[in-house]
């Protein structure tokens, strides 16, 4: 099935240009991975946006140009609808040399990189029950490249505060990165997120706390930021802790950088952010037990 | 010869308008276009209204003021000549 | 009386006989040339606003629309609004780039709105050209398969062609591709500012050699056509000189932008009025803008007549000078560049 199909009645009219009619005359500006723009929101939709994600413009410096995010509307019709009982969403990514096209339910999106990072977003949705998750899905991946562009990376990962420091676990669906951050919750540490954590700024690595999250960790956008403690692959049996070769830590790094790692035109961009993650931190394996007693193995020594 | 009972309507690829008087036929198909005088323009207009031939023939004579016996041969030699250029076809 | 006779008649009364909707300014290719303004803004018009709006050219006698954008099959009414166009008896010409042209929306624009013609945007004769310009890759490839398959099912297509640096090397190799489909195509050698007076498409206009080249290419193919047709080699230009005025713009055409402002023609963008507010009727018979344009257009006839034959066969148009020089009476850069080709082609000729 080529790109968009599963979604589109005609993917090959996808707009290749930031054009359309805006929703509204609404501005949101949010800072993740970098300040952001949306622009030509309705009030349903910035309110919507608004109660899941907060408003940071005050903390966007002058010296930060934003990326600027057009919301445009979409008719309903062009979408295919099917029944979504027990599906989840996933999306339709393509990757070419200047951009990244996503196509999904409900939204389609332009992730444009050259000559600067900018983007629009067409959404059938007015700012219903489904805008929020249609904004993050379509939030998540530009902050994937946001964090990218700016030397950074987003991880599939769960993020826990053990003394201050942001301990990063990563791992794919179903390494117990959920089951992990239940039992930290259970033991009384503070959660970053037990979905996505986005490492910052390489050169003394750090963690910031962003509201992509699925049980633990929904919280609105804030400036926290905490020193990365240390990089753990996931993995659930009996509580344990090992080295990772150089070669597995690089590549299962990579498997758990979402989106931008199945973009073969950045993928060198990536490789180089990995690489400076990995001369600052050694990933570990971590082996946790469902019955809790693995805190102390990241502060042992493997 | 047809009979007044037989009825015409434009062939599917035919578009046709009256501007200022002239009637412009374009068949679409091959891309060509006639113009035909405000009689034959006349006639079109009521086929795409779907009037029979002996109500049309009635109508023109009506509106240009000539013999309705004298027009009756000229319209159905001028349908027979639409019909050969493939402009309009028989209702079936 | 000829069809072209009947033209100049409708240009010289007013008539409105053509009308060109731009439908929308969303595209699935990026030209890199494209004048559309982006940001313009407004209320879209809809399904509704076309229906009425057809329904009073159909009362004024209109014969032909055109759709265009943008990508008019990105309007999301594109179907319903051409299957009433069809309905009603308009001919209808579809402006796309044919990108998405294939299977299942080739045999529903086939089916259901039958166009008269599709003008197909070609950029070059190789990928490499074509794809640079719509900044899509693979489209090239996309489109000739696509006209393979129009072909097949008897779709009438032509192409058109804005002529930039990038592609008037490719012009001899276009007209093999134009061949191949045993079609036509329209070179268009100007290109214009952007609506929003942005000038930086004019970087790719093309060279002198460039336009020499073409007028070169055209003139041996027009022989070859007469020598085969056995008809006068004249007879190839499509551009109908009204007796009265240099052009139908605003006299026997308009051109609705994608939020219902009417301009006298798609280059002349001085609205005239907006649908939302007054009918098409009311702009045509009321609005100050079109009358100045249509005495503009006498004007201008006089003008290119006192510069000379070459500035009378160049295609001036009124509306590119008026956007590049601020007069509608003075020659833009690329209409210089082709009076003093065709003045040099003259001497050549009397050598």
């Given at each position: ?31 993740i991975a ?13 309110e ?20 600027n ?24 990514l ?37 805008f ?15 964090a ?12 826990i ?66 020193p ?35 973009d073969?035109?950045r ?23 469902k019955?809790?007693g ?9 | ?8 309507k ?11 008087g ?11 276009a ?55 076809e028989?209702?079936? | ?14 008539i ?21 303004d ?11 606003h076309?229906k ?5 050219l159909?009362q ?19 179907f ?22 294939r ?8 089916k ?47 192409f ?22 045993e ?38 193919r ?20 009204p007796?009265k ?10 051109t ?29 018979e ?7 344009v ?7 006839k ?24 601020g ?11 082709r ?13």
């Amino acid at each position: 099935m080529s790109f968009g199909e599963r979604f589109l009645h005609y993917p090959d009219l996808f707009p290749a240009r930031p054009a359309g009619e805006p929703w509204g005359e609404q501005t949101l500006s949010l800072n993740i991975a970098g300040p952001a723009c949306f622009k030509g929101l309705n009030a349903n939709q910035l309110e919507a946006a608004r109660n899941r994600f907060g408003d940071s413009d005050s903390e966007i410096a002058a010296d930060q140009p934003p990326v600027n995010v057009n919301v445009m509307q979409m008719e309903e019709e062009e979408y295919i609808l099917f029944d979504r009982t027990g599906w989840e969403q996933s999306l339709d990514l393509d990757f070419l040399p200047d951009k990244v096209r996503i196509a999904a339910y409900n939204f389609i999106g332009l992730i444009q990189l050259q000559p600067k990072l900018e983007a629009t977003l067409w959404t059938c949705d007015a700012g219903d029950e489904e805008f929020p998750s249609i904004f993050e899905n379509f939030y998540r991946v530009l902050v994937a490249y946001q964090a990218l562009e700016r030397g950074g990376i987003l991880l599939h990962s769960a993020g826990i505060l053990l003394d201050g420091k942001a301990q990063i676990c990563y791992g794919h669906s179903g390494a117990g990165k959920s089951t992990l951050t239940r039992l930290a919750v259970q033991s009384g540490h503070e959660i970053l997120s037990d979905d996505l954590n986005l490492i910052v700024d390489l050169d003394e690595p750090q963690v910031r706390r962003i509201p992509f999250a699925g049980d633990f960790g929904r919280v609105p956008v804030g400036a926290e930021i905490h020193p990365l403690g240390g990089v753990f692959r996931l993995k659930q049996g009996e509580n344990n802790r090992e080295q990772l070769s150089p070669a597995v830590a690089f590549s299962s790094l990579i498997a758990s950088s979402p989106f931008v790692n199945r973009d073969p035109y950045r993928y060198e961009r990536v490789a180089e952010i990995t690489e400076k993650l990995l001369s600052k931190f050694s990933p570990s394996q971590l082996t946790f037990s469902k019955q809790g007693g693995c805190w102390d193995l990241f502060s042992s020594n493997p | 010869m047809d009979t007044n009972t037989t009825q015409y309507k434009t062939c599917a690829d035919v578009r046709f308008r009256v501007i200022a008087g002239e009637g412009v036929i374009i068949r679409q198909e091959i891309g060509e276009a006639l113009v035909v005088n405000e009689v034959g323009a006349s006639i079109l207009k009521l086929l795409n209204e779907g009037v029979s031939t002996s109500k049309l023939i009635e109508r023109i004579a009506q509106e240009f003021d000539v013999e309705e016996e004298r027009l009756t041969l000229d319209v159905h030699r001028y349908l027979s000549e639409l019909e050969s250029a493939n402009v309009v076809e028989k209702v079936a | 009386m000829q069809l072209s006779d009947l033209t100049r008649k409708f240009c010289n009364e007013n008539i409105l006989f053509s009308v060109l909707l731009e439908l929308t300014y969303r595209c699935n290719l990026d030209c890199t040339f494209c004048y559309n303004d982006r940001s313009l803004k407004g209320t879209p018009f809809r399904f509704e606003h076309y229906k009425k709006l057809m329904e009073d050219l159909l009362q004024m006698g209109t014969l032909n629309i055109s759709l265009s954008g943008g990508e008019p099959l990105a309007h999301p009414d594109f179907f319903r609004i051409g299957a009433l166009a069809r309905e009603m008896g308009f001919v209808t010409r579809v402006k796309t780039n044919g990108h998405a042209l294939r299977s299942r929306l080739l045999e529903r624009l086939k089916k259901e709105v039958d166009p008269y013609n599709l003008d197909l945007s070609l950029h070059g004769a190789s990928a490499a050209v074509h794809d640079r310009q719509t900044q899509v890759p693979g489209s090239f490839e996309r489109l000739m398969q696509n006209c393979a398959e129009m072909k097949a099912i008897g779709m009438r297509f032509r192409f058109n062609m804005p002529m930039t640096r990038w592609n008037e090397n490719e012009i001899s190799e276009v007209f093999d591709i134009v061949d191949l489909f045993e079609t036509s195509i329209n070179i268009d050698p100007v290109i214009t500012s952007r609506d929003n007076g942005d000038k930086a498409p004019l970087s790719l206009s093309s060279s002198e050699a460039g336009m020499m080249k073409l007028s070169d290419l055209m003139g041996k193919r027009r022989k070859a056509q007469a020598l085969k047709y056995g008809v006068s080699e004249n007879t190839g230009n499509d551009i109908v000189i009204p007796q009265k005025k240099h052009c139908g713009s605003g006299s026997s055409t308009v051109t609705v932008d994608p939020y219902g402002n009417v301009y006298p023609c798609v280059q002349l963008r001085r609205a005239a009025g907006n649908l939302h507010k007054q009918s098409i009727r009311q702009i045509w018979e009321g609005s100050e803008v079109l009358d100045e344009v249509r005495e503009l257009t006498v004007r201008v006839k006089e003008w290119t007549a006192e510069q000379g034959e070459s500035c009378q066969k160049i295609g001036f148009c009124p509306g590119t000078a008026l956007h590049e020089t601020g007069s509608a009476t003075k020659l833009y850069p690329q209409a210089e560049m082709r009076v003093t080709i065709l003045d040099k082609k003259s001497v050549r000729e009397e050598v």
